[in-house]
């Protein structure tokens, strides 16, 4: 039996989270890196978000699905493991206000695409098949990218959850709590 070797997460100082948070503002993803960083949000749980999923009213988000990649069949929104990880969240300001910049940022592209935007609903969208889903591999690569414009250690996609936690650990919530945010 092998071993599998868990890397540790990387966690950005408060200082360091913020330069990057200023950084990702401009870039097509900041939306989706904001989302994440302030949500606790899994990577394939921000992926799968469909418009539907935000109450612009209520300041919500339901997470119901998770996007997943199978060879030969192509990306699919499924249900997560567990039924723990269906959840609404209550969105901080920062959080509504990436979406409501992710939703003009989308009009503004279907409008320039025109006839070729594949319609899913998708929340963030790909650029190679515009509309359609955006890979985890994508994200990966664009936050390596934008940690070093910030002058930041590379995180991966899934220490802006570590980070969140940390947070929520900072701001002393009970476990049964922070728990519930998180999915677990």
Not at 15 to 44: I, K, S, Y
Not at 116 to 121: F, G
């Amino acid at each position: 039996q092998v071993a599998v070797k868990r890397r540790e997460p990387t966690i950005l100082t408060v200082d360091q989270a913020r330069t990057l948070l200023r950084t990702v503002a401009n870039d097509r993803l900041g939306p989706f890196f904001t989302l994440l960083a302030t949500t606790g949000l899994r990577r394939g749980e921000a992926l799968a978000l469909v418009w539907q999923n935000w109450d612009r009213e209520a300041g919500t988000i339901l997470v119901e699905r998770t996007l997943l990649y199978r060879p030969g069949v192509g990306f699919e929104r499924v249900e997560p493991k567990t039924k723990r990880s269906v959840r609404t969240l209550r969105l901080p300001a920062v959080a509504q206000a990436a979406l409501r910049d992710q939703s003009r940022r989308q009009a503004e592209e279907r409008l320039r695409i025109g006839r070729r935007w594949h319609n899913e609903d998708l929340v963030f969208t790909g650029e190679q098949r515009q509309g359609g889903a955006l890979s985890g591999a994508t994200v990966g690569r664009a936050l390596h990218r934008l940690c070093d414009v910030a002058e930041v250690p590379r995180i991966r996609v899934h220490d802006l959850r570590h980070l969140y936690a940390t947070v929520l650990g900072e701001a002393a919530l009970s476990d049964p709590v922070r728990m519930a945010v998180m999915g677990h």
